[in-house]
């Protein structure tokens, strides 16, 4: 949220002290008039700054308030700074010049400045600054400060991938939203964006409209190319759809502004001249390193008859199939290369001359790699040798330790296999542990190493003990 600060000018805070005519002190035993012009006249001002702000309120560029606009929970230094002569006084040096000062916030009274403070329930409260002087006089300001309810705006309607919009001309689609967090003394403007890229939907404004009624969509602005093809006869195959979002602004009679805006939501049109739709199905990779990835996509009817089989080896991948109108149909995704990659099906129904396009399908790697030692005969004399099988994200080569009972051993890496020296004196308890690169680790063994040996007599589970 953007607040702006309301601007005074400093003279306008000045806080004019009505002073004793004269003030009577014995002094040596000689009576002493102190005349009002005397003493110096202190003004106090009121600042409210940032919690993380140290040393002089009055040396950051702010400037004293009388108004101040908080976030629910938003902490904040209520601070008192003086002057005298229109020159700031330090902190320290001004303490010379008043006898106490206090702030009382909501009834509470605290005798300390700055006072770190924040508001937990939004709406007006007051705040009061008072400062005896020298001779006795109480100078007194008052901070009137708005806590705001916290902002928010979502779309309602349509739902998002909603597909069943009518493209001809003059069809009109509501867009519903909800916002909350207005307070009575902000003002509402809501501004509605659209776009047929989604990444383009926040510099596409389409237009203002009223933050508490619905608007609407109406065919002509979606494609004009649409019905052009329309009106010359042109079949065309394809789905228009649109992105759109709404943002709302609030702001107050003194230009304090908060802002929100809506997750990007997306409708699309229906097939003119065709009964089948067409399913759009956006395919992603978690942690995959090597795209070396064979994705295969079957999908089905609800009895089992396979309607069509996609297959692909790029990541990431949008596929597409068309299907005709039913319900129960089952998408099945696996790859039959990185095997360890794995998703749920989907299940969804189909209405006639729709596009479906589905939330976005993530493969993850959520299979333990695998610790073994080659067999014997091929180890070198002075060299052990394991390999690390994982056939998902890949081995990590950073996340490889091996260790000989409590000393790490050196090893190297050379895909798939791990080779390090035995170094043990006497029988080893060897662990190697190893992690992929969505980091799952290789289960907990062990294995016995014995000196100057090439092979290793295991693995045993770190649970359950030797056989």
Not at 17 to 24: M, Q, R
Not at 52 to 72: F, H, K, M, S
Request: with cysteine.
């Amino acid at each position: 949220m953007t607040k702006l600060l309301q601007k005074a000018t400093f003279a306008s805070l000045f806080v004019s002290l009505t002073l004793a005519a004269a003030l009577s002190l014995t002094a040596c035993g000689e009576d002493a008039t102190i005349e009002q012009g005397d003493v110096p006249q202190l003004v106090q001002h009121m600042f409210v700054l940032p919690d993380r702000i140290t040393g002089q309120p009055y040396n950051y560029g702010a400037v004293p308030v009388t108004t101040v606009y908080l976030d629910t929970n938003e902490t904040v230094k209520l601070w008192a700074a003086y002057s005298i002569d229109n020159m700031y006084l330090t902190s320290d040096n001004a303490e010379a010049h008043y006898i106490s000062h206090s702030w009382t916030i909501d009834d509470e009274t605290y005798n300390i400045s700055p006072l770190r403070y924040s508001f937990a329930t939004p709406g007006f409260h007051r705040g009061i600054l008072k400062t005896v002087d020298l001779l006795g006089d109480t100078l007194q300001d008052t901070l009137n400060i708005f806590v705001n309810t916290p902002i928010s705006i979502r779309a309602i309607a349509p739902v998002d991938g909603y597909n069943l919009f009518d493209p001809t001309p003059g069809s009109e689609l509501d867009l519903q939203w909800e916002l909350a967090g207005v307070d009575p003394w902000e003002t509402a403007r809501c501004f509605v964006f659209a776009s047929f890229n989604v990444e383009e939907v926040w510099s596409e404004n389409i237009g203002e409209v009223d933050c508490f009624h619905e608007a609407q969509f109406i065919g002509s602005f979606l494609t004009k190319n649409l019905f052009d093809n329309i009106a010359a006869g042109v079949k065309p195959d394809t789905s228009i759809t649109v992105y759109w979002g709404i943002k709302a602004s609030l702001t107050t009679s003194q230009g304090f502004i908060e802002r929100d805006s809506s997750k990007v939501s997306r409708f699309s049109t229906r097939y003119i001249y065709t009964k089948n739709s067409r399913i759009d199905i956006p395919i992603v990779y978690e942690d995959l390193r090597k795209s070396d990835v064979r994705t295969v996509v079957t999908i089905t009817s609800a009895q089992g008859d396979t309607l069509s089989i996609l297959e692909s080896t790029k990541a990431p991948v949008t596929l597409h199939a068309y299907v005709t109108a039913q319900t129960g149909i089952r998408i099945n995704l696996r790859d039959t290369k990185k095997t360890e990659f794995r998703t749920g099906d989907i299940t969804l129904n189909v209405q006639s001359g729709t596009q479906i396009q589905l939330d976005t399908v993530r493969f993850s790697d959520k299979i333990q790699p695998q610790v073994a030692q080659l067999a014997p005969r091929h180890n070198q004399r002075d060299t052990v040798i394991f390999y690390a099988l994982d056939n998902g994200s890949g081995i990590n080569p950073k996340r490889i330790f091996v260790t000989a009972n409590a000393d790490t051993l050196e090893h190297t890496y050379e895909e798939p296999f791990i080779k390090f020296r035995n170094t043990c004196a006497s029988t080893c308890k060897l662990r190697i542990s190893v992690e992929d690169n969505a980091r799952n680790s290789n289960p907990r063994l062990y294995w016995k190493l014995e000196p100057d040996a090439n092979s290793a007599e295991g693995p045993f589970s770190e649970m359950g003990g030797e056989p």
